[in-house]
């Protein structure tokens, strides 16, 4: 890996891979503890369709992306807000139209010659420096805002009512929340794709969740491993050859059921630690 940092694009993806770490460790934790996951693997697949209007109108496709996707996301939040009982409907079908409308658009584009892989999977290798300045840009939108409103988050991530006891702006905060996460995800795209970055949002938060003791910690723990995963990954698509994001996703994942079966020995020792302390008890009692 080391060897391979001497190419430009090597030193760009590994930059790529750490900002966008920040991102999915602040998000994505508020993702995890807010319960939106669905609502994000919406947002995500959503903003094919603004990949699709920026193609065909000639647009920057971030410019169509963002543009697309924060529309949409502003429609589910409400949609989530007003009517939870259907939600997941409404939010499945923004998802599906999103996509067939960026297919459509980029059939109907004249001269059409877009590499889908790259934005289904990610092209982490081909990020560009002016990616990376909006990268950097978007992670310290996101750690100010969030760090200006983080004991908010915190008292809506786990318990609304009493947020709104409080005089916290709950919808101002949640409607906040959805449209930093279709930033995030848009920006995020490139390092993993649009399929795979509900899995870089999910999987680092869920793991640091066992091991921490507050939504801070949780989310300095989540960064820490998605550093970890997007660095391997991305050495093993270097050795190997292998497809990029794909790689960084099936580290997560590798990591992920590694945590799931930690913590079932865990709690299997426990148990049997306890059972064996009772029964010896119980011993101990008959013959006394």
């Not at 319960?35 to 697949?45: D, E, K, M, T």
């Not at 969030?146 to 709950?170: C, K, P």
């Not at 640091?208 to 989310?219: C, I, V």
Request: hydrophobic fraction near 60%; aromatic fraction near 12%.
């Amino acid at each position: 890996m080391i060897e391979a940092l001497q190419f430009e694009f090597m030193q760009n993806a590994l930059v790529a891979g750490l900002l966008a770490s920040v991102i999915c460790g602040i998000m994505g934790t508020l993702v995890v503890v807010n319960r939106i996951v669905f609502l994000s693997g919406g947002i995500a697949h959503a903003a094919y369709g603004g990949i699709g209007l920026a193609f065909f109108f000639g647009w920057p496709y971030k410019v169509g992306a963002i543009g697309f996707s924060l529309l949409s996301a502003m429609v589910m939040a409400a949609v989530s807000l007003k009517a939870k009982h259907r939600s997941d409907t409404i939010i499945g079908v923004i998802w599906a139209v999103g996509m067939a409308l960026g297919i459509i658009l980029l059939d109907l584009t004249p001269g059409y010659n877009v590499d889908l892989m790259s934005y289904l999977f990610g092209s982490i290798l081909s990020v560009p420096d002016s990616d990376l300045w909006l990268l950097l840009a978007a992670s310290v939108l996101i750690i100010i805002t969030v760090a200006y409103f983080y004991n908010d988050y915190l008292a809506m991530s786990y318990d609304e009512e009493f947020a709104q006891i409080r005089g916290v702006s709950v919808k101002f905060l949640y409607f906040l929340l959805i449209g930093l996460l279709a930033v995030s995800i848009v920006m995020i795209i490139q390092v993993v794709g649009l399929i795979l970055v509900i899995a870089l949002l999910t999987i680092p938060p869920f793991i640091a969740e066992k091991y921490s003791k507050s939504l801070f910690k949780m989310m300095v723990f989540s960064s820490f491993l998605s550093v970890i995963f997007t660095i391997t990954g991305l050495w093993l698509s270097y050795v190997f050859n292998l497809t990029s994001g794909a790689s960084i996703i099936m580290v997560a994942g590798t990591g992920f059921f590694i945590s799931l079966l930690v913590e079932r020995l865990t709690v299997f020792r426990s148990d049997h630690a306890a059972i064996t302390i009772e029964t010896e008890s119980l011993d101990t009692g008959q013959e006394f």
